[in-house]
């Protein structure tokens, strides 16, 4: 009798084993983006970025023999953190005048698409 069980019990679990298979997942189907229109304006650069045209170009003087991007943006990211409010004030109004510029050509282009 007690075999009788275990065999009932195993017929189970394999009925179950075959019945658990999911069915194989489909990968989800990615829709077309939006077409980018090349005449919208770009977005203008942040003080941080501002800052860092400059200094690579100061870096690359002084390791001319340097080619890694990260060291470069490495090293500039701790000079911008040691600048104190004065240092960072020129590059942050270069900054603002590029928002100011960029809203004035934002709204432009809006007006022309509308």
Known sequence: ??????????????????????????????????????????????????????????YKEKHPNNKSVAAVGKAGGDKWKSMSEAEKAPFVSRAEKRKTEYNKNIEAYNKRIE
């Not at 069980?5 to 195993?10: G, N, R, T």
């Not at 075959?18 to 989800?28: I, L, N, S, V, W």
């Not at 770009?42 to 200094?55: N, Q, T």
Request: with cysteine; glycine share 4%; net charge positive.
């Open 1 to 58: 009798m007690k075999i009788d069980c275990c065999l009932c019990f195993v017929v189970r679990l394999s009925v179950k084993k075959r019945g658990a298979e999911k069915p194989a997942k489909q990968p989800a189907k990615k829709g077309k983006a939006a077409a980018k229109d090349p005449n919208k304006p770009k977005r203008p650069a942040s003080a941080f970025f501002v800052f860092m045209e400059e200094f690579r170009k100061t």
